[in-house]
C-alpha cells in the first residue's frame, strides 16, 4: 500500500491582495501556521495594523492525518465569510494556513450573496498569489547508542541519506533524525536491528 506522506501548503505571508466592491475594501492575507496560537497573534496583530477595519474574517486548516480547522465571520452574517474562505483553502487542498480578510466598510451593503462572492473572491485569489508548496510528513526518530557505535549508526546515516535534526556527542550518544513517513519504518527496523543500538519514535 502507498503511503500518502506529502501535503501542500503555503511557503511564506503572500502579499495582501485588495478587492473593491461598492465602496467596501477586502484585503485578502494568507499565512503558513504551525498552531492555533499562530492564529491568535496573527490576527492581533492585524487588528492593531488596520484600526479602521470592522471585520477580520477567517478560516484556517492545520494538520494531515488528523485535521483541525476553524472559520469565523467576525460579525458579518451567519456563515457569509468564514466558510466561503474555507472552502477555498479545501479547494486549493492546502493546510497549515490562515486566510484572514479585512474589510473597510464603505457604506452600501453588499446583502448576504454579495458577501459570499466578495469573501470567496478575495481568498481565492490571495491563494492564487501565494507560493504553494508540496511537504513531506517527516517522522523524527531518536537513535541512542555508545560512542564506539558511532560508525554503525553513521554508515546508515550516509547510506540512507537521513537528515540529523539534532545530536550529543558524549560517552553515550543520541542524534535526532528527519525521515519521510513513508520510509520510516524501514529506517527504524535498520537501526532496531543494530544492537546495542536504541532507536525510537519521537513523540
Not at 492564529?39 to 474574517?57: P, Q, S
Not at 492546502?94 to 466598510?105: A, D, G, S
Not at 557505535?149 to 537521513?162: A, F, G, H, P, Q
Amino acid at each position: 500500500m502507498e503511503i500518502n506522506d506529502t501535503y501542500k501548503t503555503i511557503a511564506s505571508a503572500s502579499e495582501p491582495f485588495l478587492l473593491k466592491e461598492k465602496s467596501s475594501k477586502f484585503f485578502g492575507y494568507a499565512f503558513p501556521i504551525e498552531n492555533e496560537d499562530d492564529v491568535k497573534v496573527i490576527i492581533e496583530d492585524l487588528r492593531k495594523n488596520n484600526t479602521g477595519a470592522v471585520h477580520f474574517c477567517y478560516a484556517y486548516q492545520l494538520g494531515v492525518d488528523k485535521i483541525a480547522y476553524r472559520a469565523n465571520d467576525d460579525g458579518e452574517p451567519n456563515n457569509s465569510a468564514g466558510m466561503p474562505i474555507y472552502g477555498q483553502i479545501q479547494s486549493f487542498d492546502v493546510t497549515n494556513v490562515l486566510i484572514v480578510v479585512v474589510r473597510y466598510y464603505g457604506g452600501i451593503k453588499l446583502g448576504v450573496g454579495g458577501l459570499i462572492t466578495a469573501y470567496k473572491t478575495v481568498a481565492q485569489m490571495t491563494l492564487e498569489q501565494s507560493d504553494i508548496v508540496e511537504k513531506t510528513i517527516d517522522v523524527h526518530f531518536i537513535v541512542s547508542f555508545n560512542y564506539e557505535n558511532m560508525n554503525k549508526v553513521m554508515r546508515v546515516i550516509k547510506e540512507k541519506n537521513l537528515e540529523i535534526v539534532a545530536q550529543k556527542m558524549e560517552m553515550s550518544c543520541e542524534i535526532e533524525l528527519k525521515i519521510r513517513k513513508k520510509n520510516a519504518e524501514h529506517v527504524f527496523d535498520i537501526f532496531n536491528s543494530l544492537y546495542p543500538i536504541e532507536v525510537k519514535i519521537k513523540e
